[in-house]
Nanobody
Framework: VQLQASGGGSVQAGEALRLSCAASRSIDSIDTLGWYRQAPGEERELVAT???????NYADSVKGRFTISRDNAKNNLHLQMNSLKSEDTAVYYC?????????WGQGTLVTVSS
């Protein structure tokens, strides 16, 4: 499955952004979809995941501010990011886990200025 992330940009602290990830095929059967991020000089880290059943998991740093959702009808994954902080600055990647295979999108840059 191919993934195309979009929606990144430059915002001020406290503002919001909504990231989207378009899949090349139906996501109905995909076990887990997720968002990860990688800040400059840092390792890639989990932001949020959502299962086929709709169960979600968030990194502690984004709980209460970010919301992950999936639109199976449109084969899209979203990440609503509110109350952005400068430490949220990173390249954000969407991914999909299909059985034992992990697929990654190309990343979209989010820059938050304080």
């Amino acid at each position: 499955v191919q993934l195309q992330a979009s929606g990144g940009g430059s915002v001020q602290a406290g503002e919001a952004l909504r990231l989207s990830c378009a899949a090349s095929r139906s996501i109905d059967s995909i076990d887990t979809l997720g968002w990860y991020r990688q800040a400059p000089g840092e390792e890639r880290e989990l932001v949020a995941t959502i299962t086929r059943a709709g169960s979600t998991n968030y990194a502690d740093s984004v709980k209460g501010r970010f919301t992950i959702s999936r639109d199976n009808a449109k084969n899209n994954l979203h990440l609503q990011m509110n109350s952005l902080k400068s430490e949220d600055t990173a390249v954000y990647y969407c991914n999909a886990r299909v059985f034992v295979t992990i697929y990654w999108g190309q990343g979209t840059l989010v820059t938050v200025s304080s």
